[in-house]
């Protein structure tokens, strides 16, 4: 699972990423693994920048639609 979440979030399908990490969280948390919870910490330290990277770049684009639209009309 860990693989395909990563793979998800390369190729920015964070809708994706983010329905797989609910059910693999759901899985480690009934596990209660120490070295499941450990890959999940890692993958999240990993995650967070491509996500937050994600997120400015919608948000310039949103900022950039809202400025056009006020000469639109």
């Known amino acids: 699972m860990h693989s395909k979440i990563r793979h998800a979030i390369e ?7 983010a329905a797989l990490w609910s059910e693999w969280s759901q899985g ?22 491509a996500a937050r990277c994600a997120r400015a770049q919608l948000q310039d684009r949103w900022n950039t639609l809202q400025a056009a639209r006020a000469y639109v009309g």
């Open 28 to 49: 480690v948390a009934e596990s209660r693994d120490p070295a499941e919870w450990a890959r999940m910490v890692e993958l999240f330290d990993w995650a967070r920048p």
């Open 11 to 17: 190729r920015g399908d964070f809708e994706r990423a």
